[in-house]
């Protein structure tokens, strides 16, 4: 296994020359539609969010708005939980490699709670799931551009029943624990309907978040036929963050890709949402 | 929270106004999502 994963978006999802990187971040965050135009509200007892992984042209300025509630020097890691758009690997994989590289440098591993997840046998190092997925890789400029150091923990999250989410939970906020740590899911919400339905979809999600109960976010989710392609990482990040107590979640922002790009009936939608410690 | 829903935003269409001089990306519908 090499020790370095190499980004496999760039050019793709976000710009590959540094320099562009950087301005179309500094876009984002300055983006007064979409983004937090220019306010870096920044917040101790943020904990966790949710935040979207389209091209940044589609999604970058929504995903900002949580980027910048955080603190540069507070986390040491950070838990990624990644959509698995492939379905290949294992149901809770953690990227092996020792480094993810972006145009804007290296990101650490944190090998030593890797491992100590792997030992629980619920998760499983591989990285087969890791291949073709975006989820996470997006996050890392944005991580990259607002925190000072910081290790990550890359996780896809592709089956499970709430029981086993249940587990999962439990193992990451017993092995991870909550000091200096932020748990980040990475999901869009509905995909491919019209704006009615979006709209109507994505509230209900949303809400169902809101809610802090992966029981109710799993069940409206199915219910309502709602295609939110990474409901099982939100749902985990909900179970792990009920495990440390009472918090509160916080819509920041929601639009859809036809308010950026008209697609008829194309849509998908997305959400920047804040988790804070009560 | 529903102020934040885009239609009560007034998020009504195609306006990406302040996006950089390059306009729509290529691949835009392969980065949807």
Known sequence: ?278 | MRALLSSENNYKGNYYQNYSEKGEPENAPEILA
């Open chain 1, 1 to 278: 296994m090499a020790r370095i994963r190499a980004p496999q978006f760039s050019g793709k999802f976000y710009p590959s020359a540094k320099k562009e990187l950087q301005a179309e971040i500094s876009r984002c965050f300055s983006d007064k539609k979409f983004g937090p135009g220019g306010r870096f509200e920044q917040s101790d007892s943020v904990i966790g969010g949710i935040v979207p992984h389209a091209g940044y042209f589609y999604s970058g300025a929504c995903a900002a708005n949580f980027y910048s509630l955080l603190p540069k020097d507070k986390f040491r890691t950070i838990v990624l939980l990644g959509t698995n758009h492939t379905g290949k690997g294992a149901s809770l994989s953690i990227g092996p490699w020792e480094f993810w590289e972006t145009p804007l440098g290296k990101v650490p591993l944190n090998v030593q709670l890797a491992e100590r997840l792997s030992d629980s046998e619920l998760f499983r190092q591989e990285p087969l799931s890791h291949f073709g997925e975006h989820s996470i890789e997006v996050q890392l400029p944005f991580l990259q551009t607002v925190l000072d150091r910081f290790s990550i923990l890359p996780i896809t999250v592709s089956a499970g029943s709430l029981g086993s989410l249940e587990r999962a939970g439990k193992a990451l906020a017993e092995i991870v624990g909550r000091k200096k740590t932020l748990f980040i899911a990475s999901s869009d919400f509905n995909h491919y309907e019209g704006r009615p339905e979006t709209e109507r979809k994505d509230f209900f999600a949303i809400e169902s978040a809101l809610s802090l109960s992966p029981e109710k976010l799993l069940k409206n989710i199915s219910e309502k036929d709602i295609s939110m392609c990474g409901v099982l990482p939100s749902a985990l990040l909900l179970q792990t963050l009920s495990e440390f107590g009472e918090s509160r979640g916080e819509l920041l922002k929601h639009h859809i890709s036809g308010d950026v790009l008209a697609s008829g009936n194309g849509n998908v939608g997305y959400a920047s949402i804040a988790f804070f410690r009560k």
